[in-house]
């Protein structure tokens, strides 16, 4: 990823200038071709500058300037096509210089060098940034799970593997491949079957009106990536018989990509080469440069190998331990969840919750329990520290989330709570809503153990409520 940054930029600042001397020999050739109807264009050239439509409109147009043009001497004309071709070689000597077609693979030319450098070019930020993006979100669990030497091999021969199949779709085409679209294909599709089961994050925006984010499993939506591929590769060629290498897309890299991703993968998990040689020596690595390593850290390594199972108990272990550890607690949190291990996790989720309510650490308390209820609504926190969280969220005028709060709490609480918790609670309540307000204080009225004096102000408040009607005894 660094080593796309840096040729870009590096690029980026090459291009300008090149591009600016390429757009000056094609138009001095242009140019001078057009005042020369007569004479005779480099066919190579003639197919890098005009489409196969333009260049039927080109020799129609010419047609009719060669009318008008006078030809010359033959001698004149010898000096003169001798120009051309020097234009035409000066041209051909810009094209070249420009990087996209210096370090990018061309199928109509092969070169070897080419295969390797063209994964690192990229056609602007946009390009860069998306193949990046996808990188990143895959890249790490593989490079974790085979090893870094082993990891980089496989890129960059899935890269040029996938160019090389993009070759055979347009064996003719003399334009450039770049970017590293066809390698990220190949780590994605290795991805699929090693972590099939992982849920993504999409972020969605339609007309600008239309936004938010959605979680699906890796066993949909990459298959669903790879058929969109192939889908619009196809349509491309179909439309488009002689096509100019895809229509600007290398779709058939991406396909092709993906396809040796999943068959390498699929490979090393058949021969067991994950298990038997790659895990133990990086496991070794690992002890040996750490000496005692962190529970954490090996159990995520663990579970980005696939064995997750053992990265559990690893962390339960250590949970049951060290209860209070957040680091451990919250690991476990996302790997019990990942399992289906919910209810044992959540218990520990919970108790550190409590405790950083009792050490008034309410924000950080606030998040886990809201994480807790979206991802596991059955496990809850004591009414206690549920009746600190709201008073917290009514301090901070959040009154949606407080509202939802006091009515969850409102049907845990009964004639049996604490009667200072239901007085504390009415009181919280009165600036939430009219509703939640007159149930809490019929709670409140209907304890024994709240005070005479305290019960008539209750009254009172609950008159107002109702409007002036009388409250009950």
Request: net charge neutral; aromatic share 12%; charged share 20%.
């Amino acid at each position: 990823m660094a080593l796309c940054l840096v040729v870009h930029i590096f690029l980026s600042m090459e291009v300008g200038a090149k591009e600016k001397q390429l757009g000056s020999s094609a138009e001095e050739l242009v140019t001078y071709y057009f005042n020369h109807p007569y004479l005779e264009i480099n066919p190579e050239i003639k197919k890098l500058m005009f489409s196969r439509g333009d260049e039927e409109r080109l020799e129609a147009m010419l047609s009719a300037y060669r009318q008008m043009v006078p030809r010359p001497d033959r001698q004149t004309v010898a000096l003169e096509q001798e120009k051309l071709d020097q234009l035409g070689t000066a041209l051909l000597s810009s094209l070249n210089d420009v990087p996209y077609r210096k370090w990018g693979y061309i199928p109509a030319d092969r070169s070897f060098l080419a295969l390797l450098t063209y994964m690192f070019v990229h056609g602007g930020w946009l390009h860069l940034f998306g193949n990046l993006l996808l990188l990143y979100i895959t890249g790490p669990f593989i490079e974790d799970l085979w090893g870094r030497p082993i990891y980089a091999a496989f890129y960059m021969t899935i890269g040029a593997l996938s160019a090389l199949m993009y070759a055979s779709h347009y064996p003719n085409f003399t334009g450039p491949l770049i970017g590293a679209s066809g390698a990220i294909a190949g780590v994605m599709g290795a991805f699929l079957i090693n972590f099939y089961k992982t849920k993504i994050n999409f972020f969605y925006w339609i007309l600008f009106f239309f936004r938010g984010t959605f979680e699906a499993p890796a066993f949909i939506m990459l298959p669903l990536w790879v058929l969109l591929e192939f889908f619009n590769a196809s349509v491309i060629d179909s439309i488009n018989v002689q096509s100019s290498g895809g229509g600007g897309v290398a779709h058939w890299a991406h396909v092709w990509g993906f396809v040796f991703g999943v068959l390498v993968a699929v490979g090393m998990k058949h021969l067991k080469i994950e298990k038997k040689y790659i895990h133990p020596k990086i496991e070794a690595k690992i002890q040996k440069g750490a000496g005692a390593v962190d529970v954490v850290v090996t159990a995520m390594h663990k579970k980005n190998m696939g064995r997750i199972d053992e990265a559990y108990d690893i962390l339960l272990e250590e949970a049951r331990r060290n209860p209070m550890r957040k680091d451990v607690v919250d690991a476990l949190w996302e790997v019990g969840l990942e399992m289906g291990n919910g209810e044992e996790a959540a218990t520990f989720f919970v108790k550190l919750i409590e405790n950083e309510v009792r050490h008034n650490q309410l924000d950080v308390a606030m998040k886990r329990f809201m994480d807790l209820k979206s991802k596991f609504p059955q496990a809850s926190i004591s009414a206690t520290y549920k009746l600190a969280l709201l008073k917290y969220l009514t301090e901070l005028r959040d009154m949606e989330k407080a509202k939802k709060l006091a009515a969850e709490l409102l049907e845990e609480l009964g004639p049996n709570s604490s009667s200072v918790m239901l007085q504390n609670f009415a009181e919280l309540a009165k600036k939430l809503s009219p509703s939640l307000a007159k149930k809490t204080i019929e709670l409140c009225l209907s304890h024994p153990e709240v005070p005479m004096d305290k019960k008539e102000m209750l009254k009172n408040d609950l008159k107002d409520l109702d409007g002036g009607e009388e409250a009950p005894a």
